[in-house]
């Protein structure tokens, strides 16, 4: 690593105004961390907070924590810290759910509200859940609907007068490009359609205005950057012009004018609680609060700076120390044009990964041959970047990942 | 109370069987809790548990404890063990998602599997987001479905030869009363429909027999009688015989044949695992697992028993204490024909649910005019029922519940 020093690195993170963030986090020692665009890391605050949920509010107050604890509105009082982050206005976003369900119901109503129009433009290489429960949706409207697969470059001209909706995610989970919202946006509504953007990769690791690019619908993830823990709920956003405009098909009892009428019929809302299905898992949503509430204190154009040099970094000495064992950038080598990840291909990928977090780096592989690195920049120090690539350089050098115990195939997600 | 006196229900508690397991939950002293229908205790090992999710799993062990802890198969362990509650086999069930949404999905597998057909026979009075969901998936699915409404005593014959599924609550939400699974899962199959049971409230609170009684699907609720906390994850029964043969439409990575190899289109699993959506919420998930572990443990026949005669004296009390009143019966009188709950009608049964729980006794309000008390075999001793009433005498007696502040309506779910 000719032109720098450990201690270059050292002195970077003396400098970053977010350095204090890290202290908020627990993060086992001597462990380099790049996964948390897989699940982010825990918020110390997440402790007593779920003890106190417990203790207190379930095992204290029981049913009456309903009200006297806020959890019937918890989805929307997190709905509108999320609302915070990505450019939306209170009372567009509800944290509920998971992210596939979120998009099944948006998706439904965008195409009630195109209707006539059968075309789905999405990215065929995007993370299938999302393929998946599209493709569940137009088989069970069974209206003749079907998928335009585009990828990267052919997004746009795809978009054309016969498509209903623009189903994009805006960072893409393995090569972590970061598609243009804006002129996506533009585009779909110059031909009449609608866009759902999907945030998973994105929410709380760059800034975002769904607003101030007219977004109609957007769903996200809340245990990648936003630190909500394992499987914490996800979050819609309904832009308030479509609001009670279409219903969505899920329509549990919270979704009701009057949940607490009992009436036997269903009546929609007409707010953004339509979005909504039924009870909620109040233990896991409590929890997601905590990651929302530190994210909040931290300056997101700091959090954007931060997020593309630790990349920079990464792919620099990756390529300078590591280039000659056959790593392939995949991830956009321009920081304006990626999320907060840096993925190389590499066809040992799987064995190069277990190798690593073996040596207590992790990251994660993606079939067929991306080895991916999620940088947070809440708490990933820059010389973990120079640390990280000192241990790839030493398992690469002396054939560590060859081992045959890297082999073995386990499931991560 | 002249036939009894409170020594009688102390000596009642002292031959109780279940006794010891009150010591398992977390209960205020001096409050008597009768709502373990709409939110059940917490078992004490709840708090450790979910420490050690978020401490270790999490804050430790970070990402890979989807596999490490296994956080990917958290769903179908519980599942089994729920299977042998409710008399399913392992390979069944799984616990995920939310009730409305896992009888969304079974519905329209019902529908698939009877295609032709268009009515679905439910009882009006239901807890109405079963409703709510059936009427969102008609709508979705625009094939001209229709829900045949029929209440409790025109069941049998609203099961005719157009029926495509029979999709009931066992023991209903109000009244309590029980339905006769047997009998109307016969008749549906003896008319070529499909049955979907909704276990709710008979989950834990007494034995089921779903293989037994030949039933096609299920779903049920994790935090009312199973004392999995609030919002837990419900659970979903799919008949070894229809697996893999109809899809539901809710179709996420999780429910994918090979959810890791991130293919671009769908393919169904084919097993249990193809109910299931994606990504759950692992920490309320995993505290789930504490209520099961506990129920586990309780014979069913003792805890059956146990209901009924918490039931029997708490009616009986109740009429030869309250009866001038204007206190009315709403459940069947006969134990064998109810779950473990009893409703009174009253005209002001708001304000006196209020007054109730304001001494400590609580129970819930469900519009217009049922009070509900909810007998959780687990934790609710027999001097509980003596000393509910006596308070609910005084409250009578003296008018207490006419004081104003009882009337200001508050939502508890």
């Not at 899920?250 to 009428?261: I, Q, R, V, Y």
């Not at 109040?282 to 204190?297: N, P």
């Not at 390529?319 to 956009?332: M, R, V």
Request: hydrophobic share 40%.
């Amino acid at each position: 690593m000719p032109n720098y020093t450990r201690e270059d690195f050292l002195k970077l993170d003396e400098n970053d105004p977010l350095a204090a963030f890290r202290d908020e986090f627990e993060l086992p020692e001597d462990l380099i961390y790049l996964d948390g665009n897989s699940l982010g890391a825990m918020p110390k605050s997440a402790k007593a907070r779920a003890l106190d949920v417990v203790e207190r509010e379930w095992g204290q107050d029981l049913i009456t924590s309903w009200n006297k604890n806020g959890w019937f509105h918890l989805t929307e009082k997190l709905g509108n810290k999320i609302a915070s982050l990505i450019g939306a206005a209170s009372g567009e976003v509800l944290a509920c759910d998971a992210t596939g369900l979120n998009l099944y119901k948006l998706l439904s109503m965008a195409l009630d509200l195109r209707e006539g129009r059968k075309v789905i433009v999405m990215e065929g290489s995007n993370f299938p859940t999302d393929n998946y429960m599209t493709q569940g949706l137009i088989k069970q409207r069974g209206q003749g609907h079907e998928i335009r697969f585009a990828e990267i470059d052919q997004i746009i001209d795809a978009i054309t007068e016969d498509v209903a909706v623009v189903s994009l995610t805006q960072v893409h989970y393995k090569t972590g490009h970061l598609l243009d919202m804006k002129a996506i946006t533009e585009k779909a509504h110059a031909v009449g359609a609608l866009v759902i953007w999907d945030l998973c990769h994105s929410a709380g690791a760059l800034p975002i205005d769904l607003n101030k690019c007219d977004v109609d619908f957007a769903v996200g993830c809340g245990y990648k950057y936003l630190n909500g823990g394992p499987g914490a709920p996800a979050f819609i956003f309904v832009a308030k012009r479509h609001q009670g405009t279409a219903a969505q098909p899920l329509t549990g009892w919270w979704s009701h004018a009057a949940p607490f009428a009992f009436e036997r019929d269903y009546r929609p809302s007409g707010t953004i609680w339509q979005s909504l299905t039924g009870t909620q898992p109040i233990l896991s949503l409590s929890v997601l609060e905590c990651g929302l509430d530190v994210m909040m204190r931290a300056d997101m154009a700091d959090l954007r700076q931060k997020s593309i040099t630790l990349c920079d970094y990464f792919i620099e000495l990756v390529e300078s120390e590591c280039g000659k064992y056959g790593f392939e950038l995949a991830t956009p080598r321009n920081g304006e044009a990626r999320g907060s990840q840096v993925s190389f291909r590499h066809d040992y990928g799987y064995a190069i990964m277990q190798a690593l977090i073996a040596d207590k780096v992790i990251g994660d592989f993606r079939a067929p041959n991306i080895v991916r690195f999620g940088f947070t920049p809440l708490y990933v120090r820059y010389v973990d970047v120079w640390d990280a690539v000192a241990r790839l350089k030493k398992i690469m050098k002396y054939d560590l990942w060859k081992n045959a115990k890297y082999n073995q195939l386990t499931a991560v997600t």
